[in-house]
Structures are given as structure tokens and as C-alpha cells.
Nanobody, 115 residues
Framework: QVHLVESGGGLVQPGGSLRLTCVASGNTKSIYTMGWYRQAPGKQRELVAG???????SYADSVKGRFTISRDNAKNTMYLQMNNLKPEDTAVYYC?????????WGQGTQVTVSS
């Protein structure tokens, strides 16, 4: 079992920045992929950024150049630095990991970009 807790969401003006944090606990040694997803009202959940099994980063086209995913393995923590935020980035952001052939999700953190 892996337990995920996100934090760092909030209300920010367009052009602003936020950093999301995801802390993993439990059987963290079994994790082989990690990522951030988001879901806006009325839309499907989508992958924003992630690490594959080899540790390579990938980003959705809509966030390339603005968002940066990183992790601290010693702290079992993953981050999402979000810069130049736009209203269309408004969504609930979820931390996701794959471990032991299962997907685990955090509870989500709301990000609202509005003036």
C-alpha cells in the first residue's frame, strides 16, 4: 500500500506561481512511476507531468515551459512547480503513483487561477 498526500494548492492570479507537493508513505520502494494529473469541472482527468520507470520526465503540451516536475527520493516527495499560471490551469490536481501493479491517488488539491 502507498499513501499520498498533496498540498500547496490555492488561489492565484494569472501569471502567478504555485508549488504543489506530494508526500508518499507506506511501501514506497515498490513505486516505479510517479506523476501529476488534473481534472477540471466537466472534463476528464489528464496527465500534466510525470516520471517514467527510467526517471525520464514528460509534460503535457499545454504546460511545457511553464511547469516543472521534480522529486526528492530521500524524502519520498514529488513537486510540481507551476509558473505563469493561466485560468485554464484551474483544476483539482492529483498525485499519482504506480506500484505493485496498482495505481494510487492522493486526495487532490484545488488550484484556482483567477483575477
Amino acid at each position: 500500500q502507498v499513501h499520498l498526500v498533496e498540498s500547496g494548492g490555492g488561489l492565484v492570479q494569472p501569471g502567478g506561481s504555485l508549488r504543489l507537493t506530494c508526500v508518499a508513505s507506506g511501501n514506497t520502494k515498490s513505486i516505479y512511476t510517479m506523476g501529476w494529473y488534473r481534472q477540471a469541472p466537466g472534463k476528464q482527468r489528464e496527465l500534466v507531468a510525470g516520471f517514467d520507470f527510467g526517471g525520464l520526465r514528460s509534460y503535457a503540451d499545454s504546460v511545457k515551459g511553464r511547469f516543472t516536475i521534480s522529486r526528492d527520493n530521500a524524502k519520498n516527495t514529488m513537486y510540481l512547480q507551476m509558473n505563469n499560471l493561466k485560468p485554464e490551469d484551474t483544476a483539482v490536481y492529483y498525485c499519482n503513483v504506480e506500484a505493485t501493479l496498482r495505481q494510487y491517488w492522493g486526495q487532490g488539491t484545488q488550484v484556482t487561477v483567477s483575477s
